[in-house]
């Protein structure tokens, strides 16, 4: 693994062949223990990773702005973080090791939102896995009605079965609102494979496993 710095912000790099896919995977800073066990997980699979990492996850993963409750907001970053993404750390890692595969994003929770956004915000990737995502975010579904995947993408979406029993009544909205998501994943002519898988648990659930699951159905379909 390889730790580069990219305009301020930590990128871990995997290459195992410059025609495999890639993985652009958005953690948070100091992820290095989250990424080694789906790294172990994964062991088998034929991909390479760009690990970037964000400072402020509420604020860099958030894709506009949106008060959730009085003890947390957003303050709507992620724009910032997605041309970091797309105007630097893609370009950087298909020029210094010479990259031609298929791009994915992947994120878990407020970054699986982020990468279900960028996947229909910058049309540069050919697949998504979104695990656990917060798709309860303000506004987020009726952003999603308005757009549509990138051609001849993939697009895997997973949840635990207990978090729509959260508390906080907007964040109970997440089965329903990952469930209209799927539909329109399934509507959407230019996704090719889909899934939603549901887990056992809440948020905090093995994400790591959950991440791996999704890595493993993108490149095995199992």
């Known amino acids: 693994m390889e730790t580069i710095n990219i305009n301020g912000r930590t990128c871990r790099i995997i290459i195992n062949g410059a025609d495999l896919p890639t993985i652009y995977w958005g953690e948070m800073k100091n992820s290095s223990e989250t990424i080694e066990k789906v790294l172990a997980l994964c062991e088998d699979l034929k991909c390479n990773y760009a690990v970037y990492e964000v400072e402020d996850w509420n604020a860099d993963f958030s894709p506009w702005e949106f008060t959730l409750n ?40 407020l970054a699986g939102l982020f990468s279900l956004w960028a996947f229909y915000e910058s049309q540069a990737f050919g697949g998504v896995i979104s695990c656990s995502g917060s798709l309860w975010f303000g506004n987020w579904i009726r952003y999603a009605e308005s757009h549509t995947a990138p ?24 089965g329903d609102c990952t469930r209209r998501q799927y539909e329109l994943v ?36 199992e």
């Open 151 to 174: 051609q001849n993408s993939s697009v895997y979406l997973s949840l635990g079965d207990r978090e729509e029993k959260a508390r906080d009544r907007i964040m109970a909205t997440v």
């Open 70 to 109: 009085k003890k947390m907001s957003f303050s709507g970053g992620g724009r910032s973080t997605l041309d970091l993404l797309v105007n630097e750390c893609v370009p950087y890692c298909e020029t210094e090791y010479g990259l031609t595969g298929k791009r994915i994003l992947c994120g878990y929770s």
């Open 186 to 221: 399934c509507g959407d002519k230019n996704v090719f494979r889909h899934v939603l898988e549901w887990n056992d648990g809440g948020h905090f659930n093995e994400p790591e496993k959950r991440i791996a699951k999704g890595i493993k159905w993108t490149f095995t379909g």
